[in-house]
Each structure stands twice: as structure tokens, then as C-alpha cells.
């Protein structure tokens, strides 16, 4: 690849929704960055590599293995010889539950999906991205900043991945590390929210969820997506360690509005 | 015990520190409240049942067995068949690092002695507690909304212990959930904070510490120990699920200044 501007980026849950919208805009840029694309589905991941061969590594896992980040890196080594940024978008909304009814025992494993598998990840990569002067984007949540009736387990690992993204912005002050709030965006994960977590739920939640998809208002994943795409490849150093909506206006350069 | 106003409150960490305080504060209270305190260290809790015959029940363990927030829910039940409140106060500092030296294993251990014991201690509690309108008080930490470098695993798990009150805030109406931030006081943790992990640091947090307690300025833990002793006593409905500054202006009455 003799293409200068052409960066190595790690990205998580790549196989469908924001992530896969991420993977093509990247991919599909002019510079023709190069993905190590991460998620437990294979065969999404494979279509990427066929569709633009010679830019894409694929790594198949479960986030919960907290080895896999440290496999994405030694993948992009390996293969590239660098690491520009990386952008940690897998998740789970699992355990949808009350906390009267949770085991902690749930809760720690969506933690190790959510949010030690993040840890794991940045800290074998934060090397690399010195030297790049690269980005930590993070995909975070609206729940990470407020009490969501059973989502209790998924909005404390995003506060817990906020406050990490806060963390690495005091620490790391060569990398540019990123927390976003996507928004409500039409995805699998919606999907799930409306046919499978409709019976734990409160009624107004299930109400305004599944509103949101009739009237048209959820959001398109390229408009967030989009953004993070962006953000990983010039990422805004003054805004190193915050929490940002996907819209917040110290984004607009980044925004298609 | 006949005191009709004699409340049943389980007390984390209560062999030192912020949860000694609270705990004599409780136990020496006119109307005789009655404790199960747990800790690593037995003895400074036998000494405290010494004191306070009758309104003592002890429990020794490691917060990291998730196992032990159940029995403390057992022992009050078994001892007093009742429980009106729970003060989740023990905690550890560890690991002191930065993310770049750190090992996602030791965040785990780190969030299930912080985090998942809380979330373990309060899932048993809450029967108990919608039957006597209690509260669950959560000694929080300042650390929580800042990015402080090398306390990134306890920062993000009292972050998640803030949601994890938000949560409940949303979900249990009958319950007053409220996280507080002591403030820095003169205790173990601070002395562990000049003495052990000055080397690893920043220098200018190092010397910050250093002159708080040289120039006498690290807190009495009496100051919010009163606070959330008085709070779990008569916890204001109208905060639930709140995080606060012990010092807040919403905590007015609840302060001795």
C-alpha cells in the first residue's frame, strides 16, 4: 500500500450496524485505510475483505476473551506495521433486567464484554498509538448518564467506558481518546429493544422505543457512524477525554447535516 | 430490643476509617441501632460488639466474594427480622496504575471488591428494604466525575457505583438510593495514597495530598461519616438516586459544620 495517508485502524463489532457503517466509510475512503475488523460473526467480516481485498484483516471472536484485543493489535502490526487508531464499538444491552432481579454474576460478564475487554484492548494498543499520535474512539450511550429502568448492567459499563475515556485523556496526552453518544440509531440492537426486551421493559420505555421506528425517528447509523469514522482519522486534540453526542456542536466540522 | 425507633442497618467497611465512624455514630445513637458490620480485619468488629452488646452482629470476609453481601442480608434477618437500610462503604484503592501498566484481570478484581459486591449486596436487600422504606447509602468518591491519572480502576468503578444508584433511583420508588463523595479524608486510604503509590503518582497530585495532610487539611472522617449515618436514618425521598458532595447544599441538614 503506498498510499501515505492511508491509516490502520482497529474496529470492534464491525459486522453490523454502526460498526459495519463505519467499516465502509472507511474503507471506500480515497486514502483506502486499512481495517483489522473485529466480531463474533464471521461471515460479515469475510464480505468486507472480499469487497475491498488487500485493506481488511479479519479477527473473529468473543469480546468476553479478554485476549482478543491484544490479538487485534499483533494483527495490525504484523500486517501494517502501524496503528493509527482504534475504535471500540462492540457491545451488549444484555442483562435487560431489573436489579432486584439481576445476579451480579450477569453483570460482571456484560462488564467483560462492555467494558474490560475495552481496558484489555487500550492498554496493549496505547504503544502503537503513540507513536502514530493516533485516536481511541469509544461508542458509549445516552444510559451511560442516566438511570434507565433494566438497563442498569449496560449504562453502568458506559459510565464505566466514559469515565475510562477520561481516564486515558489525562494519562495519554499524544492520543485523542473519545467517548460518543450515537443516539437512538435504527440497529439490531433497537430491534431487540422493540421484539425481545419489550416484556421487561416499562410500558412508556416499549411505547416510545417502538414510536421512535414507526414515526421514522430513529436515526440512520451513517449519521453517527460518520462521525467516528471521521473522528478516529482526525481526531480533535482539545476535546481529548470527553464525552460527546454524536451532534454536540464541538462536532459540527465532523457532522453531514 | 423494645426502642420501637431502633433501626437494622447493614454497614460495609466498617473496621476503619469513614465505616468505624458511622458505625459508633449508629451503635451509640440514643435509640440503640442495631448493625451487621462486615470487614476483612475481625478484630476491630468483635470490639465493637464488645462495646455495644446486643446491637452487634459480625461478619468477616472479603468483599470480592459476592457471596458475602447475601449473608449479611441473612444475619440481619435471622438476628432482627428486619433491615432498613444498607450503607455500601468499603473499598479499595488498588490497582494504582496507569491504564498503559495495567492489567484488565486487576480492573476485574478491583470492580468485584468496588462494584459487583455493591450490586450483589443490594439485589438480596431490596425486599427488605421496599418493606421498611429504607435506604441505600453508597460511599462514593470525587473520583467518580474526574479522570485522575493512575486511578482509573477506582474512578470507573465508583462511576459505575453512581449508576448503579441512578439505576435504582428509577427503579425502586419505595427506596432512597443516594451515592456520596466524602471528600478527602484523613484515613488509611490517604495514608496508603502518601506512603505506598507516591511513587507511581504524578508528582504534583503526590505533593497535593502531601500538604492536604501537612497543613492539616484532609477532612475528620466524622464530618461525612455523620452525614450518611444521618442519611441512612432519614434518608430525604426527594434525592433519590442522587450523587452528592457530603457537603452538598441539598444535605444541609444533615451536616454538623
Not at 14 to 34: E, N, P, Q, T
Amino acid at each position: 500500500m503506498s498510499n501515505k495517508s492511508s491509516k490502520v485502524i482497529i474496529l470492534t463489532g464491525a459486522s453490523r450496524g454502526i460498526g459495519l457503517v463505519i467499516a465502509h466509510y472507511l474503507l471506500s475512503h480515497a486514502d483506502k485505510h486499512r481495517l483489522v475488523v473485529t466480531a463474533r460473526s464471521e461471515k460479515p467480516l469475510k464480505e468486507l475483505e472480499q469487497q475491498y481485498p488487500g485493506q481488511v484483516a479479519v479477527l473473529t471472536g468473543d469480546a468476553s476473551d479478554l485476549s482478543l484485543g491484544g490479538k487485534a493489535v499483533e494483527l495490525a502490526e504484523d500486517r501494517w506495521q502501524r496503528l493509527d487508531g482504534v475504535i471500540i464499538n462492540h457491545g451488549v444491552l444484555d442483562p435487560v433486567t431489573r436489579v432486584a432481579n439481576a445476579k451480579a454474576e450477569d453483570w460482571r460478564k456484560a462488564f467483560d464484554i462492555n467494558f474490560f475487554s475495552a481496558v484489555a484492548l487500550v492498554q496493549v494498543a496505547l504503544p502503537a498509538l503513540r507513536d502514530s499520535k493516533g485516536a481511541i474512539i469509544f461508542t458509549s450511550s445516552g444510559a451511560a448518564s442516566r438511570g434507565f429502568p433494566t438497563w442498569g448492567a449496560y449504562g453502568a459499563a458506559k459510565a464505566a467506558m466514559n469515565h475510562l475515556a477520561m481516564t486515558l485523556g489525562s494519562e495519554e496526552k499524544e492520543i485523542t481518546s473519545i467517548a460518543i453518544r450515537p443516539g437512538v440509531v435504527d440497529t439490531e440492537m433497537q430491534r431487540e429493544v422493540r421484539e425481545k426486551h419489550n416484556g421487561v421493559m416499562d410500558e412508556e420505555h416499549v411505547k416510545h422505543f417502538a414510536s421512535l421506528k414507526s414515526d421514522g425517528h430513529l436515526l440512520k447509523a451513517e449519521l453517527p457512524g460518520h462521525v467516528m469514522a471521521k473522528l478516529v482519522l482526525d481526531p480533535p486534540r482539545d476535546l481529548n477525554g470527553h464525552f460527546l453526542d454524536w451532534n454536540a456542536g464541538e462536532l459540527k466540522a465532523y457532522q453531514e447535516m
